[in-house]
């Protein structure tokens, strides 16, 4: 057994940043809503920025977005905006950080409804990529194909995270639920 390919090619420097994440956090089931948000978030930022970018400013993220606490982004002003633009540890674009305020509140409507935001996607489940994309395009903010794509490869609704021969594969697949296997 092997890592995927990606990492293996990579060099020792790059691997010290990427291989934890791969390791220990992509394509595992996410039960946390503030965790789910947080994904949701780096993968928006991520948009036209290498992923190595976002993981090196994953902490400044969470400082920067109340360690991704759904009811707290969702109550940000204008005052928090300004401070969210300014601020060199994040992506500091104005249309990623209103999708993070706006998919905030989004999510606080979804959890009236569903219960949580991982009910929600449970309830949707299992759906192709293209009705992934069709609803989160109607749902949320600055959500296209890639972003979707990655989302859910991240926390186990597509697959893809790992290949079959990666030792991290199994470890992953007997942590989903039954229903989330494939």
């Known amino acids: 057994m092997s890592y995927c390919a990606a990492i293996e090619t990579m060099s020792e420097e790059k691997k010290a ?3 934890p994440y791969h390791d220990n956090a ?13 994904r949701l978030i780096l993968e928006i930022n991520q948009a036209g920025l290498s992923w190595e970018t976002i993981l090196k400013k994953e902490t400044t993220f969470r400082k920067a977005y109340s360690n991704f606490n759904i009811k707290k982004v969702a109550a940000y ?9 300014a601020d060199p540890g994040i992506i500091r674009n104005n249309l990623k950080v209103n999708a993070a305020i706006e998919n905030a509140k989004t999510i606080l409507q979804l959890q009236k409804e569903f219960g949580s935001f991982g009910k929600w996607l449970e309830h949707h489940h299992p759906k192709t990529k293209e009705e992934w994309v069709k ?6 903010r600055f959500t296209g194909g890639e972003i979707v794509n990655e989302f859910l490869m991240s926390i ?7 290949t079959a021969d990666c030792k991290v594969y199994k470890k992953v697949m007997k942590e989903k639920p039954m229903w989330a296997r494939k």
């Open 26 to 38: 992509y394509g595992f089931p996410i039960h946390d809503d503030n965790e789910l948000f947080c």
């Open 17 to 19: 940043i990427h291989k």
């Open 77 to 85: 002003t204008e005052k928090d905006r300004e401070r969210l633009m």
């Open 135 to 140: 609803l989160f395009k109607k749902t949320f």
């Open 156 to 162: 186990g609704y597509l697959p893809g995270a790992h």
